[in-house]
T-cell receptor
Framework: GAGVSQSPSNKVTEKGKDVELRCDPI?????LYWYRQSLGQGLEFLIY????????KSGLPSDRFSAERTGGSVSTLTIQRTQQEDSAVYLC????????????FGPGTRLTVT | GEDVEQSLFLSVREGDSSVINCTYT??????LYWYKQEPGAGLQLLTY?????DMKQDQRLTVLLNKKDKHLSLRIADTQTGDSAIYFC?????????????FGTGTQLKVEL
């Protein structure tokens, strides 16, 4: 009965490098979300995938951020040319679908950009 | 505005009741949630209330919803040291599509002996 898992749990990178963060949702969950939790901005929505529909990218802060979801399961959030303001905890959540009231959150990936 | 607002800190004595308040923004929000985040951990859903309800009780937790004022509160009865955490309210907005949540700033609850 695994929950949402994320890897790595911690990532330290140098400014300007690219990073990839991974999310494994709960098996069978069709909806997947990425959020970011930072000191300055609180908890903010980044992107949302639902089944085979086009993702809702309305929360991505810049074009350096992108995400994909392969095979309707695992998702990867990529940040290119990282900046110090990208330092945050990146949280992934999944739910059974659009109408589900509950999103199950993973433990997050703490990203530190030096 | 877009912000969901909460007070930043609350300190209570063990055994007392805690009340955490939240003001949300979108009258069309369908669900309102309370999440708990302990240090180093992810978000745990505590409870939720559907927008056509005024109150929901779940063991030590009572949620009150005032739609007119867009005010949500979480009452924790008999607060314990294990309740020390950050509590986030969140709204699921009907507008904008999808099921994304808009979170408040979080209230850090400290329970003292």
């Amino acid at each position: 009965g695994a929950g949402v898992s994320q890897s790595p749990s911690n990532k330290v990178t140098e400014k300007g490098k690219d990073v990839e963060l991974r999310c494994d949702p709960i098996s069978g969950h069709t909806a997947l979300y990425w959020y970011r939790q930072s000191l300055g901005q609180g908890l903010e929505f980044l992107i949302y995938f639902q089944g085979n529909s086009a993702p809702d990218k309305s929360g991505l802060p810049s074009d350096r951020f992108s995400a994909e979801r392969t095979g309707g399961s695992v998702s990867t959030l990529t940040i290119q040319r990282t900046q110090q303001e990208d330092s945050a905890v990146y949280l992934c959540a999944s739910s059974t679908g659009l109408e589900s009231y509950e999103q199950y959150f993973g433990p997050g990936t703490r990203l530190t950009v030096t | 505005g877009e912000d969901v607002e909460q007070s930043l800190f609350l300190s209570v004595r063990e055994g007392d009741s805690s009340v955490i308040n939240c003001t949300y923004t979108d009258s069309s929000s369908t669900y309102l949630y309370w999440y708990k985040q302990e240090p180093g951990a992810g978000l745990q859903l505590l409870t939720y209330i559907f927008s056509n309800m005024d109150m929901k009780q779940d063991q030590r937790l009572t949620v009150l919803l005032n739609k007119k004022d867009k005010h949500l509160s979480l009452r924790i009865a008999d607060t314990q040291t294990g309740d020390s955490a950050i509590y986030f309210c969140a709204e699921r907005r009907l507008t904008g599509g999808g099921n994304k949540l808009t979170f408040g700033t979080g209230t850090q609850l400290k329970v003292e002996l």
